[in-house]
């Protein structure tokens, strides 16, 4: 699959989980974040090109999406994933707890979702 495809399956599936999740709908939501998992190992194990890739997502119309691609690229793109997740912790919603608590794992120094 191409770079530019997996990075369309993390995005519609992380609207899709938040989108399940407004809904109630958990079982719905788990499906969904298991397949944004799944795109986001193949965008991972393209290393660097892969990051790249992912962070195109950072500009994303849904706040929800921008804010997922950005706790995945902390380490990556620190200063633009960091005021991204910023602003969503700002806005209130789903995002906004991801974000948060993001945010502090990040500065406490127990951040880990892209090892190197």
Known sequence: ????????????????????IQRGDAKAG????????AALMELRAQGNAGRDALAV???HPRTDVRA???????????AESRAVLEAAAKEGGVAAIGAIMTLRRWDDGTWALDPE
């Open 57 to 59: 997502l950072l500009t």
């Open 30 to 37: 788990n499906k969904h974040a298991k397949q944004y998992t």
């Open 1 to 20: 699959m191409k770079l530019e495809e997996l990075v369309e399956q993390f995005a519609q599936n992380v609207a899709a989980q938040n989108d399940a």
């Open 68 to 78: 997922m691609a950005a706790a995945f690229l902390l380490r990556y793109r620190t």
